[in-house]
């Protein structure tokens, strides 16, 4: 885990990536945080990663997998893998630095044994420390499923808190044209 916690930041401090707006639509995140369910079932821990994509300057949308291990009060290390399809929508402008945000969508778990269709809701923030990297964190509700094997008939309902990073990445439309269209020119001022 320490080593990639520490390959997420050195990313983050070597990336000469943009923000994610009109120009630099895509954005790759990763973070890891807390997770337990709702009825006292213990504490573990929550990597994830997530892709997305920038709709407006309102929206984004994001495929975000996150996986439940070493939760207190299991037998075993491994517990749930979900994967969400989520809207993203940005309360504040492209210009702040600081830009909250409130998450929700479908999703498909994996839990003891069981798979279905579920959902998540939460919200969070992200923080640009420059123009090419932000840091984030989020509070989320994660809708569970009925397991119906290891003898558990009950729904677990999840709550999670992660912390990560983000990069932005994408070429802007019409760069290549403006860098033609600036050659051409000084070529025919010659």
Known sequence: MKKLLL????????????????????GFGGGTGAYGTLEDGGIGIMPELYFSRYLSPKFD????????VYRTLLPGNFDLINLFLNLRFNLLGEDSNSRPFLFAGPGYMFDNGTDAVNFNLGLGNKYYIRSTTALYIEAGYIRGIVPVAKGITGREDLWKVTAG??????????????????????????
């Open 7 to 26: 390959f997420i930041v050195v990313l983050a401090y070597t990336a000469s990536l943009n923000a994610q707006t009109d120009n630099k639509k895509w």
């Open 61 to 68: 949308i994001m495929l975000k997998g996150d996986i439940g």
């Open 165 to 190: 990073v983000v990069l932005n990445f994408g070429k802007a439309k019409g760069t290549i044209l403006k860098w033609e269209n600036k050659k051409l020119i000084n070529w025919l001022k010659q």
